[in-house]
């Protein structure tokens, strides 16, 4: 693990293991859906089980983390110090030591609770070793999602892509106030 203590108040952080992936998947697509009723199309693929196995490889991988309340799984993210083929294509092929953040996800039971904030928050106390930079995307048409990252301390790069497929590119140097 890359963090200095896996308890984030009274929820737990750790790594998902592939007897999770059931609870991932699910989180991720109720998610999507919650998404698709707010007119919101991004991760629509998730809905139809468009990236299962991937999701599976993540979690075999050992990039995906699960958050729990007791047993129960309540969110989701990636984390990985490596960029993989999407990071390359938001970002270009970076040789620079930074971490990459994918599909961050609340259950929908458990949303309005801040677990989001709190989550982005106990990264940026608990990231362990020299690589204090943290990078992440998200859809450039969901102003509330973006509004979210910055509030949260990540500074707005710019864009990558264009139309529907345009996305918002963000960082964060764990550690400091900006």
Not at 32 to 40: M, S
Not at 112 to 125: A, F, T, V, Y
Request: proline residues 2%; aromatic residues 12%.
């Amino acid at each position: 693990m890359s963090f200095r203590d896996g308890k984030m108040g009274d929820f737990t952080v750790r790594k998902a293991e592939e007897a999770d992936t059931p609870a991932v998947t699910a989180i991720l697509k109720s998610a999507a859906d919650w998404l698709a009723e707010k007119g919101i199309a991004q991760w629509s693929y998730l809905r139809s089980g468009g990236e299962d196995e991937e999701i599976r490889q993540d979690i075999l991988c050992g990039t995906t983390y699960i958050v729990e309340y007791g047993e129960t799984a309540v969110a989701t993210f990636n984390f990985s110090p490596k960029q993989n083929s999407w990071d390359v294509e938001m970002w270009g092929d970076r040789q620079d030591a930074a971490y990459y953040i994918h599909r961050l996800a609340v259950a929908w039971e458990w949303h309005h609770r801040q677990i989001g904030r709190k989550l982005l928050e106990w990264l940026d106390e608990n990231l362990e070793g020299e690589t204090r930079l943290i990078r992440l995307d998200c859809v450039a048409d969901n102003p509330a999602l973006n509004a979210f990252y910055q509030q949260a301390g990540y500074e707005f790069i710019g864009y990558a892509g264009e139309g529907e497929d345009k996305f918002s590119l963000y960082e964060k140097m764990c550690g400091q106030t900006r």
